[in-house]
């Protein structure tokens, strides 16, 4: 597993960069992806992973390799509570990783990554995930395996 953590950021940065208040670690996606059961028991959220990629990159790993690395620190929980009668969930869901663009700026290196998550509200998100009530039909050739 490689140690990183998710960017936390403003939610309309991108648009009004001045506007402050909150911060959460990355927003639910309106769009409608090629995931089956989207909208019902997946959503995908965008957010930043903060991790030296190049690092890895000159280790050996490959971006998916380095993403997936991620995604499994990601979806440790935390560590049990003495007396704690409940097993602990991961803080972000059950992660999985649909896309992944490896960037930088002037904070540091990250990956833009588009994630996988099994719950439609977390309060580290802004936003919910759409509800989609009907399974929705996509062409064969956008279909998820």
């Not at 790993?61 to 049990?80: A, G, M, T, V």
């Not at 059950?94 to 309060?123: H, M, P, S």
Request: overall charge positive; glycine content about 4%.
């Amino acid at each position: 597993m490689i140690e990183c953590k998710l960017r936390e950021f403003y939610e309309f940065a991108t648009v009004i960069p001045s506007l402050k208040g909150k911060k959460r670690c990355g927003f639910y996606s309106s769009s409608i992806f090629p995931i089956s059961d989207y909208g019902r028991r997946k959503w995908v959220v965008v957010t930043h992973i903060e991790v030296d990629h190049k690092k890895y990159l000159s280790e050996g790993l490959s971006e998916s390799q380095i993403c997936q690395l991620c995604i499994d620190f990601l979806n440790q929980p935390p560590s049990r509570k003495k007396y704690a009668k409940k097993k602990p969930k991961p803080p972000y869901g059950n992660l999985q990783i649909y896309k992944a663009k490896f960037k930088e700026d002037e904070n540091g290196k990250f990956i833009e990554a588009e994630i996988v998550t099994d719950q439609r509200k977390n309060k580290n998100f802004w936003r919910e995930g759409p509800k989609h009530k009907r399974k929705i039909r996509l062409p064969s050739q956008l279909r998820s395996k």
